[in-house]
């Protein structure tokens, strides 16, 4: 029984290891903006449906498949750590090509009114919420990430689709998170 808890000890660490040396590492160069006629003006993310959609005009572009947040289903985002996806409307405003996972695109999350929330139940609002890629050195798992929800409130998407998206969507492309 102590070998085998040796055994998982040491697999746990050294899987670790491998995100943070990872992370460190970055997802490599973003790919080049898509051509004009090609980006999106607006995103939009069916939360029940788990699927997003990129807009221009009134027309979609792209469809994906995504994960959200751990208790997604429970509402939406009210405070840090609840591990829910934000509901209402945002903007893309800012983007990290180096981030832990493979490309992240920052939603401006909290809101105002989020924000007061929060405060008013005495709990800070959380933030730093993301579409984003696989954790970096993870891609292999690919669509298999869409069997559950696994992020603390981000969006997640495949590496391939990130890069896709990463080009689409401009900063300030204005995203609506449906229930």
Known sequence: MRKKFIVLAALIISLFV???????????????????EQRADLIRVYKAERRMVLLRGDAPISTYRVSLGMAADEGPKQREGDEKTPEGRYE???RNPR??????????????????????????????IMIHG?????????????LLDWTDGCIAVTNSEMRDIWARVPNHTPIEIVP
Request: hydrophobic letters at 30%; glycine letters at 14%.
């Open 18 to 36: 491998y995100t943070k040396l990872m992370a460190k590492i970055g997802s490599g160069s973003p790919p080049p903006d898509a051509p004009l």
């Open 92 to 94: 893309i405003d800012w």
């Open 99 to 128: 981030s832990m996972a493979h490309l992240s695109l920052h939603i401006s999350y909290p809101s105002p009114d989020d924000r007061r929330n929060a405060e008013a139940g005495g709990f800070p609002p959380g933030g730093n």
């Open 134 to 146: 696989l954790p970096n050195g993870w891609g292999l798992f690919g669509n298999a990430h869409q």
